[in-house]
């Protein structure tokens, strides 16, 4: 599979504005069955961090009060991913913040989404749960750390992505690709094996 940036938020709430906006982001690059590089950063934009958000990220306000500007963050994760194409657990929340905060300083993403929650969902359909530290304990994947932080989350969508490769090539698929994810997100779940037989 080629080189994909897998991208975790943390965020004060679930819908990105001016009251609303990311604390932490993480990307690792995955390439060749492994992590290669990594970037992680809280980022500072002037908002206040909700009790129930703090609780469940352990981020706090005054964390943040000195942590690097927002901006200058985005930027620089903006750097980082390039043009890699992309993929996130539940991908349709950190591709939002994605955009949105790269709007805020100038910039535009063009890269498609893969989300591994929905590929779970059709790949995985015996596990309890399709949250990403539930299908992480069911596939006996490694323990990256403490969830609800970007960089632990961002590893586990990554060890998660390969597992799922994993089980396609088990399946007679040899061409696992990032494009190959974004058209099996989007099966039926139902259709799932059916659509299989056209990539063997």
Known sequence: MERIAVIDFETT??????NCRATEV???MLERGRIVERYQS?????LPVPAFVAGLTGITTAMLRTAPPIARVMNEVAEFVGDTPMLAHNASFDQK???YELTQVGRRSSQ???CSMLLARR???AAPNHKLGTLTRWAGLPDTGTAHRAMADAEMA???AQHLAGQLREQGVNAVSHQL??????VPAAKIAEALKTYR
Do not use: D, T
Not at 13 to 18: D, L, M, Q
């Open 42 to 46: 809280l980022m500072n934009a002037g």
């Open 97 to 99: 913040f994605w955009e």
């Open 26 to 28: 993480a990307v690792v």
């Open 112 to 114: 498609r989404f893969a």
């Open 181 to 186: 994810f974004c058209s099996l997100q989007k």
């Open 123 to 125: 790949l995985m359909p």
């Open 158 to 160: 990554a060890n998660l």
């Open 13 to 18: 709430g679930i819908s990105p504005g001016a």
